[in-house]
Each structure stands twice: as C-alpha cells, then as structure tokens.
C-alpha cells in the first residue's frame, strides 16, 4: 500500500500533519523540517527539500513538489530539528510516481 501518490511533472503542495508517539500534534514552533527521500534499490537520497512550516501550534508543514521525482516506488522520512537542535524522525512512508498519460 502506497502512502503518497503523485505524477511525474505535476506541481502542487503537499501538506503534512506531524504527530508524536501517541499521535498527539507535534508543536513545530521554533522548528526546521526537512524531507528525504530514496528510490527503493538505490543506496544514495534522491531528493531532500526543506519544507515549510505553515501552522506549528497544528504540526502542519508542506513541501511544493514540481516534478522532482522520476517515476518509481520511493521511501521518505521527515526530520524534524529543534531550536536546540534536538532531532525527531518520523516513521518511514511510501511514495509512488507515476507516468504521465500521453496526449496525442
């Protein structure tokens, strides 16, 4: 099961509601948020973006995709920085890109 779906040289926002452990919001206030993102078989990251932090008090935070990604299965992480530099790393999900459908 695929978390995140989108196509390949689509641009839009993409929202992300950051939870702690118990599932509670995450305050984000003070924070810096980054996503990264690996092709599964590959060894390297193929993409990380910082993202931007648009309601801390509800853990909202989005990153604008404008087709950075080639088609294929990915995983992702965000890691979330403290203002002392405290890490938080959320669980891993999946992202699927997709072919665009040609137009004749």
């Known amino acids: 099961m ?3 779906e989108l196509k390949a040289t689509e641009k ?6 950051i939870k702690d ?5 995450y305050n984000l206030s003070g924070c810096s948020a980054t996503i990264q993102i690996q092709k599964y078989g590959e060894s390297t990251v193929s993409l990380t973006k910082s993202l931007s932090i ?10 604008y995709y404008d087709g950075d ?13 403290t203002a002392a530099g405290l ?13 665009d459908i040609p137009i004749d």
Do not use: W
Request: charged fraction near 20%; hydrophobic fraction near 40%.
């Open 2 to 4: 695929v978390d995140l």
């Open 12 to 17: 839009k926002y993409i929202q992300f509601i």
């Open 21 to 25: 452990a118990d599932g509670n919001l």
């Open 54 to 63: 648009s309601d801390p008090t509800n853990g909202i935070c989005q990153m």
């Open 69 to 81: 990604l080639n088609p294929g299965d990915y995983r992702a992480e965000i890691e979330i920085t």
């Open 87 to 99: 890490k938080y790393i959320t669980p891993i999900f999946t992202i699927r890109v997709l072919e």
